[in-house]
T-cell receptor, first 115, second 115 residues
Framework: EPEVTQTPSHQVTQMGQEVILRCVPI?????FYWYRQILGQKVEFLVS????????KSEIFDDQFSVERPDGSNFTLKIRSTKLEDSAMYFC?????????????FGPGTRLTVT | DAKTTQPPSMDCAEGRAANLPCNHSTISGNEYVYWYRQIHSQGPQYIIHGLKNNETNEMASLIITEDRKSSTLILPHATLRDTAVYYCIVRVTRNSGGSNYKLTFGKGTLLTVNP
């Protein structure tokens, strides 16, 4: 069964460093998302991406964040200068975009620890 | 966005049906009810969704009241692997009828299936 994959599973970085989290959505899916979950808190929407541009972003997704689909398979989230409060699980998700299919498929997540 | 209210936790005996309630009294006529679950910090997993009619798939059944102000997710024969946080989400659409939408997660219900 197709699945969303994410790498790395755990990333440790120092405050102020840049990190790139990588995701491979399900092949042929058209809509892509990033969510994050701070330990013990809710899953929060960050950004949605379609047709090589951001469709919607939350207040969390400020100038320090960017997303990119550099090729036909990868979808990345970059944090330019990490802060302690960026420590969280980051989930990538994708959706096929086919009529009548509204479910999002989530990856296993990347645990980001900022020290 | 229509808000949802769920009990924070529930217990269920293995092999019995688990009935998870959700209130969404402010739901709009064209908003769907979605259920996802998250097993121990893994990525959320889609379960089922519905608009007006009751729905059933291989994982669960969804019962939506006639006034659509509440719904119940039913796991017919709960197993230990069904222990998870279950989220009831009312779909937010960016574009009417489109597949590009964000999911707004609440705190959900922690279902514990006991042996």
């Amino acid at each position: 069964e197709p699945e969303v994959t994410q790498t790395p599973s755990h990333q440790v970085t120092q405050m102020g460093q840049e990190v790139i989290l990588r995701c491979v959505p399900i092949s042929n899916h058209l809509y892509f998302y990033w969510y994050r979950q701070i330990l013990g808190q809710k899953v929060e929407f960050l950004v949605s991406f379609y047709n090589n541009e951001i469709s919607e972003k939350s207040e969390i997704f400020d100038d320090q964040f960017s997303v990119e689909r550099p090729d036909g398979s990868n979808f990345t989230l970059k944090i330019r200068s990490t802060k302690l409060e960026d420590s969280a699980m980051y989930f990538c998700a994708s959706n096929s975009g086919l009529a009548g299919t509204y479910e999002q498929y989530f990856g296993p997540g990347t645990r980001l620890t900022v020290t | 966005d229509a808000k949802t209210t769920q009990p924070p936790s529930m217990d269920c005996a293995e092999g019995r049906a688990a009935n998870l309630p959700c209130n969404h009294s402010t739901i709009s006529g064209n908003e769907y009810v979605y259920w996802y679950r998250q097993i121990h910090s893994q990525g959320p997993q889609y379960i089922i969704h519905g608009l007006k009619n009751n729905e059933t798939n291989e994982m669960a059944s969804l019962i939506i009241t006639e006034d659509r102000k509440s719904s119940t997710l039913i796991l017919p024969h709960a197993t230990l692997r069904d222990t998870a946080v279950y989220y009831c989400i009312v779909r937010v659409t960016r574009n009417s009828g489109g597949s590009n939408y964000k999911l707004t997660f609440g705190k959900g219900t922690l279902l514990t299936v006991n042996p």
